[in-house]
């Protein structure tokens, strides 16, 4: 059986590596400064079940590598 999920609220820096479940509330993708057709990152904005929110990004070079762009 794998692991429980761990809060948002119980994350640290200290640990790399995390096994979250959340919904995804809101997310919006920041242009390039030099080229607004050109994505720079996608944001988005976490949710998990205990209501604990947080910010996270995902940066031009994963996204290419995830073909998201």
Same mark, same amino acid.
């Given at each position: ?5 761990? =809060? ?33 990152? =996608? ?27």
């Amino acid at each position: 059986m794998p692991p429980p999920f761990d =809060m948002i609220s119980k994350m640290h820096p200290s640990r790399e590596a995390w096994r979250l479940k959340v919904r995804v509330l809101r997310l919006w993708v920041v242009p390039s400064f030099g080229n607004h057709d050109v994505p720079n990152s =996608m944001e988005m904005i976490l949710l998990d079940e205990h209501c604990g929110k947080i910010q996270a990004t995902v940066k031009k070079p994963l996204l290419n590598k995830l073909g998201i762009i």
